[in-house]
């Protein structure tokens, strides 16, 4: 008795508070809308190559629409040893991928909005230079990816609040 007074008091707590998905309405939701009308300005590097194709990846369900807004990012890519062995051998490396982005709206080119996404990898340095090699690469695939879904994340944030900001008719 005690678990389903538990049960009924959480779904009424948890209805009050006013959370709703992100994403309602699928591709024809207002969130979706609003993430059709980005165009991904091109970015420099390798990492800013995997960054773009991210982007383009997740936001392509939402393409197709004329573009409103411009996404303009600038990546700062930096790999640091810090595993040093008695003989001065880099053991192990710290890869950081770091991004500036502003959303700048195309009509009058303002900027609304102006944030910072990043992420790091751990890789190990091993004897094989290939080997060491391969692991950066995949490390800068996966950071260009998580670097991606954090900035995907916010222009969906930024595009709910602009869809609630607008009046209904």
Not at 1 to 7: P, V, Y
Not at 34 to 51: D, N
Not at 106 to 116: E, K
Request: charged share 25%; hydrophobic share 45%.
């Amino acid at each position: 008795m005690a678990r389903i007074t538990l049960l009924v008091t959480l779904s009424a707590m948890l209805a009050g508070c006013n959370l709703r998905p992100l994403y309602s309405g699928g591709t024809s939701g207002v969130v979706a809308q609003q993430l059709g009308h980005v165009e991904i300005e091109p970015i420099a590097g390798k990492a800013g190559w995997l960054t773009r194709n991210a982007l383009k990846d997740q936001l392509e369900a939402f393409e197709g629409q004329e573009a409103k807004y411009r996404l303009m990012i600038v990546l700062d890519d930096k790999i640091a040893g810090f595993g040093v062995r008695s003989d001065d051998r880099i053991t192990r490396e710290r890869r950081t991928l770091r991004a500036r982005y502003q959303l700048v709206r195309l009509a009058d080119s303002v900027v609304v909005l102006d944030a910072t996404a990043g992420s790091d990898a751990g890789i190990d340095v091993v004897s094989s230079e290939y080997a060491t090699l391969a692991a950066e690469d995949t490390a800068l695939e996966n950071l260009a990816t998580r670097v991606a879904n954090q900035i995907v994340t916010r222009l969906s944030l930024f595009a709910r609040t602009e869809a609630n900001a607008q009046p209904q008719p």
